[in-house]
């Protein structure tokens, strides 16, 4: 299991948990980060942070301080 | 809403069909959908122009609604909600949005049925907003958005099978091409007959308020339905992979930047002179049949005119919203947000708070109201806080004025750049500083912000309409004039007042003239007189107006650079007095316009009231420092 932010450009992971308050969590999982659905890591942008994943179809960018809270169990094969 | 009382098997079974408000009689109808489903598409088709704005009571939610004009249904208010994931209540959008949709709202009539708009490309996910809103027992239509997309896509979404698990009518709509708008005429005649003794449907629906349970049972009634997803936009792939390249991004980023720039200062400007001419003229013409009385001074020098100053400011305002509307219809505005965070955090505002600022080089009107796509309250606030210390256009008249009397025209730097440009953009410097300290300053204290994380959403690139932007502009367009207009009204009533009571003496025997002198002691440590003084306090209404004043008390033809005016201005000043009044008109908040919009964004007195405060404060320091310091270096 690792942080959402370790993984890099063109991996793929299913999300764990959401070590985040209650009320960022419950956002969050609305937005599609809830466990069991699978994310892409899109691209980082041109400064490097925030992050956009990809999850249920969405694009969605997250910065480092957030990413780092969700747990996730990277998929060994890869992006689609 | 239903209370739920199994808990742990994510799935309770409920009774859908709670007897409605008015039972058979529909007259108000709420719009409710995630946001970037094409709601706000939705409701310009469904109202067309004749729609209202206002904000909630109490809050700074934005309150749109109208008649159902655009589907000849004019007896029948559509009230369009914020875009909002869900109705647990972690934020203002969606507070309100439960609110009204349990008729708890003041002034805001409860709802008789429910138009829910789904993105179906996304529908998966989309379907959890589906669960709350059900179970509130309202009469609902589900309607798929951007259906036709979906189909070129390769999509598929099966209406009836889905009408069937949710236990209500289902349809496929386009709100941008206005296809299949039928079925929400059909909805409202079939819900507005008598209700027919219709079976009571058992519906099942997720344990309420928990996301994994609405996930998994949206996820189950997708797969049930056979919902197809389509294929994810290619060319939005294609573009971002330039548009957020590491290079190619910011270079387009920069391209965008200066082309706003360009169009606001090179279109707008001549745009607002001559919309400024105009209306002097006019006012001239319907001066001269009015005579030469107190009240052809009241109606032309006093409002004519007071409200032109403000009025000339339109055509950059107006471009300024196209400008943004253009961006955001795009799906610009968010990678924006994406490039600037990483800088824009370093100030503690987020990505979102670019483009806002940015707009506010030409004026912190626009700037303020396109902060309503910043969703954290606190960051909100901060950005409309520290916008009207970018130097708008409304600074420059004088700043012109000032230094062409006051700054010699040499080159620095081996000829590469004019001292008064130097000038110049110091003064924009200044501006920039003074907003981003501010802001540290507003997020390390009464404005710090606990843990509200950044989330952006980066839509799909779309072309934007003509319809839609033009919309936008008239109804942005609408909102300044009529929330600025009362209040620049009243201003430039009472600055005639001021200065024509007196009747019959000139300006400075005036009460403003009177108090203008009775201020000088306290602006002399900043090297002003007292016709400085009447100058500041006649251009509360608008930063330019000092300049018109000052032509009449030096009776000097005030225009811009006019070189009479600028002698008599180096006749009577100090360069440390001249210099001290333009960085106090960088600092200082001479201006109603914005007073009166950040009075509606924030919904309260008190933020126009702590902004005015600290820029004026800031300004007078700021002022009396740059005096002090030029004096010493002089002597």
Same mark, same amino acid.
């Given at each position: *299991?690792?942080?959402?932010? @370790?993984? /890099? =450009?063109?991996?793929?992971?299913?999300?764990?948990?959401? $070590?985040?308050?209650?009320?960022?969590?419950?956002?969050?999982?609305? *937005?599609?980060?809830?466990p @069991?659905? /699978? =994310?892409?890591?899109?691209r980082?942008?041109?400064?490097? $942070?925030?992050?956009?994943?990809?999850?249920?179809?969405?694009?969605?960018?997250?910065?480092?301080?957030t990413? /780092?809270?969700?747990r996730?169990?990277?998929?060994?094969?890869?992006?689609? | 809403?239903?209370?739920?009382?199994?808990?742990?098997?994510?799935?309770?079974?409920?009774?859908?069909?709670?007897?409605?408000?008015?039972?058979?009689?529909?007259?108000?109808?709420?719009?409710?959908?995630?946001?970037?489903?094409?709601k706000?598409?939705?409701?310009?088709?469904?109202?067309?122009?004749?729609?209202?704005?206002?904000?909630?009571?109490?809050?700074?939610?934005?309150?749109?609604?109208?008649?159902?004009?655009?589907?000849?249904?004019?007896?029948?208010?559509?009230?369009d909600?914020?875009?909002?994931?869900?109705?647990?209540?972690?934020?203002?959008?969606?507070?309100?949005?439960?609110?009204?949709?349990?008729?708890?709202?003041?002034?805001?009539?409860?709802?008789?049925?429910?138009?829910?708009?789904?993105?179906?490309?996304?529908?998966?996910?989309?379907?959890?907003?589906?669960?709350?809103?059900?179970?509130?027992g309202?009469?609902?239509?589900?309607?798929?958005?951007?259906?036709?997309?979906?189909?070129?896509?390769?999509g598929?979404?099966?209406?009836?099978?889905?009408?069937k698990e949710?236990?209500?009518?289902?349809?496929?709509?386009s709100?941008?091409?206005?296809t299949?708008?039928?079925?929400?005429?059909?909805?409202?005649?079939?819900?507005?007959?008598?209700?027919?003794?219709s079976?009571?449907t058992?519906?099942?629906?997720?344990?309420?308020?928990?996301?994994?349970?609405?996930?998994?049972?949206?996820?189950?009634i997708?797969?049930?339905?056979?919902?197809?997803?389509?294929?994810?936009?290619?060319w939005?792939?294609?573009?971002d992979g330039?548009?957020?390249h590491?290079?190619?991004?910011?270079?387009?980023?920069?391209?965008?930047?200066?082309?706003?720039?360009?169009?606001?200062?090179?279109?707008?400007?001549?745009?607002?002179?001559?919309?400024?001419?105009?209306?002097?003229?006019?006012?001239?013409?319907?001066?001269?049949?009015?005579?030469?009385?107190?009240?052809?001074?009241?109606?032309?020098?006093?409002i004519?005119?007071?409200?032109?100053?403000?009025?000339?400011?339109?055509?950059?305002?107006?471009?300024?919203?196209?400008?943004?509307?253009?961006?955001?219809?795009?799906?610009?505005?968010?990678?924006?947000?994406?490039?600037?965070?990483?800088?824009?955090?370093?100030?503690?505002?987020?990505?979102?708070?670019?483009?806002p600022?940015?707009?506010?080089?030409?004026?912190?009107?626009?700037?303020?109201?396109?902060?309503?796509t910043?969703?954290?309250?606190?960051?909100?606030?901060?950005?409309?806080l520290?916008?009207?210390?970018?130097?708008?256009?409304?600074?420059?008249?004088?700043?012109?004025?000032?230094?062409?009397?006051?700054?010699?025209?040499?080159?620095?730097?081996g000829?590469?750049?004019?001292?008064?440009?130097?000038?110049?953009?110091?003064?924009?410097?200044?501006?920039?500083?003074?907003?981003?300290?501010?802001?540290?300053?507003?997020?390390?204290?009464i404005?710090?912000?606990?843990?509200?994380?950044?989330?952006?959403?980066?839509?799909?690139?779309?072309?934007?309409?003509?319809?839609?932007?033009?919309?936008?502009?008239?109804?942005r367009?609408?909102?300044?004039?009529?929330?600025?207009?009362?209040?620049?009204?009243?201003?430039?009533?009472?600055?005639?007042?001021?200065?024509?009571?007196?009747?019959?003496?000139?300006?400075?025997?005036?009460?403003?003239?009177?108090l203008?002198?009775?201020?000088?002691?306290?602006?002399?440590?900043?090297?002003?007189?007292?016709?400085?003084?009447?100058?500041?306090?006649?251009?509360?209404?608008?930063?330019?107006?000092?300049v018109?004043?000052?032509?009449?008390?030096?009776?000097?033809?005030?225009?811009?650079?006019?070189?009479?005016?600028?002698?008599?201005?180096?006749?009577?000043?100090?360069?440390?007095?001249?210099?001290?009044?333009?960085?106090?008109?960088?600092?200082?908040?001479?201006?109603?316009s914005?007073l009166?919009?950040?009075?509606?964004?924030?919904?309260?007195?008190?933020?126009?009231?702590?902004?005015?405060?600290y820029?004026?404060?800031?300004?007078?320091?700021?002022?009396?420092?740059?005096?002090?310091?030029?004096?010493?270096f002089?002597?």
């Amino acid at each position: *299991m690792s942080a959402l932010s @370790e993984l /890099r =450009v063109g991996t793929a992971a299913i999300v764990e948990s959401l $070590d985040l308050p209650d009320e960022i969590g419950h956002h969050l999982m609305h *937005m599609g980060f809830a466990p @069991e659905a /699978r =994310v892409v890591v899109v691209r980082r942008a041109p400064a490097g $942070d925030p992050t956009v994943y990809s999850i249920d179809g969405f694009e969605i960018a997250l910065r480092r301080e957030t990413a /780092r809270f969700i747990r996730v169990a990277p998929q060994p094969e890869g992006p689609q | 809403m239903n209370d739920c009382c199994s808990v742990g098997t994510g799935v309770a079974v409920v009774d859908t069909i709670a007897a409605p408000r008015a039972p058979g009689k529909i007259r108000t109808v709420a719009l409710v959908g995630p946001p970037n489903s094409g709601k706000s598409t939705l409701f310009n088709r469904l109202t067309g122009l004749r729609q209202k704005v206002a904000n909630y009571p109490g809050v700074t939610v934005e309150q749109h609604f109208g008649k159902l004009s655009g589907i000849g249904r004019s007896d029948l208010v559509l009230i369009d909600l914020p875009g909002i994931y869900s109705l647990d209540s972690y934020s203002e959008d969606a507070r309100v949005a439960v609110d009204v949709l349990h008729g708890a709202m003041p002034g805001t009539p409860a709802p008789d049925a429910i138009l829910l708009v789904l993105d179906s490309l996304h529908l998966r996910r989309q379907l959890m907003l589906a669960a709350p809103v059900l179970a509130l027992g309202l009469p609902t239509l589900v309607l798929l958005n951007m259906s036709d997309l979906m189909e070129t896509r390769g999509g598929e979404a099966d209406t009836l099978a889905l009408a069937k698990e949710l236990g209500v009518p289902v349809a496929k709509i386009s709100a941008t091409r206005g296809t299949g708008l039928d079925s929400i005429t059909h909805f409202l005649d079939s819900k507005s007959q008598p209700p027919q003794a219709s079976p009571t449907t058992r519906l099942e629906l997720p344990v309420m308020g928990n996301a994994r349970s609405y996930r998994q049972w949206a996820t189950g009634i997708s797969t049930r339905t056979k919902y197809k997803a389509p294929l994810s936009s290619e060319w939005t792939r294609k573009l971002d992979g330039i548009l957020l390249h590491r290079i190619w991004g910011p270079l387009f980023f920069l391209v965008v930047v200066i082309a706003v720039f360009q169009v606001v200062f090179t279109i707008g400007q001549p745009l607002s002179d001559g919309f400024g001419t105009i209306l002097n003229a006019g006012g001239d013409k319907i001066g001269g049949f009015l005579g030469n009385g107190w009240v052809e001074s009241l109606l032309i020098d006093g409002i004519w005119k007071g409200v032109a100053s403000v009025l000339v400011f339109l055509p950059q305002i107006l471009l300024l919203f196209l400008f943004i509307g253009v961006l955001e219809d795009s799906g610009y505005l968010a990678r924006a947000a994406l490039i600037s965070d990483r800088a824009m955090r370093s100030i503690g505002l987020n990505g979102k708070a670019f483009i806002p600022l940015l707009s506010a080089y030409a004026c912190a009107v626009p700037a303020i109201m396109a902060t309503r796509t910043i969703e954290n309250k606190r960051d909100r606030f901060a950005t409309i806080l520290v916008a009207p210390f970018m130097t708008c256009s409304a600074r420059l008249p004088i700043y012109l004025l000032m230094i062409a009397a006051f700054v010699p025209n040499k080159h620095i730097l081996g000829g590469f750049f004019g001292l008064q440009a130097a000038v110049m953009l110091s003064l924009y410097v200044l501006g920039f500083l003074a907003a981003f300290g501010t802001a540290w300053l507003l997020k390390s204290s009464i404005l710090r912000t606990a843990s509200a994380p950044f989330i952006l959403e980066l839509p799909q690139y779309r072309l934007p309409t003509v319809r839609s932007l033009s919309l936008r502009v008239t109804e942005r367009g609408k909102v300044f004039l009529k929330q600025a207009g009362t209040i620049i009204l009243c201003v430039t009533v009472a600055i005639w007042v001021f200065s024509h009571v007196p009747f019959h003496t000139d300006l400075p025997q005036s009460l403003i003239g009177r108090l203008g002198h009775a201020i000088e002691p306290i602006i002399r440590p900043l090297g002003f007189n007292w016709k400085i003084g009447i100058g500041l306090l006649s251009s509360v209404v608008a930063r330019e107006v000092i300049v018109g004043t000052l032509g009449t008390l030096y009776g000097a033809d005030p225009a811009t650079q006019s070189l009479g005016l600028q002698a008599a201005l180096r006749h009577d000043l100090t360069l440390a007095g001249a210099m001290a009044l333009v960085v106090f008109f960088a600092f200082a908040m001479q201006c109603t316009s914005t007073l009166a919009i950040v009075k509606r964004e924030t919904n309260s007195w008190k933020w126009p009231a702590i902004q005015f405060t600290y820029m004026s404060v800031l300004a007078y320091v700021a002022a009396f420092a740059t005096n002090q310091i030029i004096l010493l270096f002089i002597r």
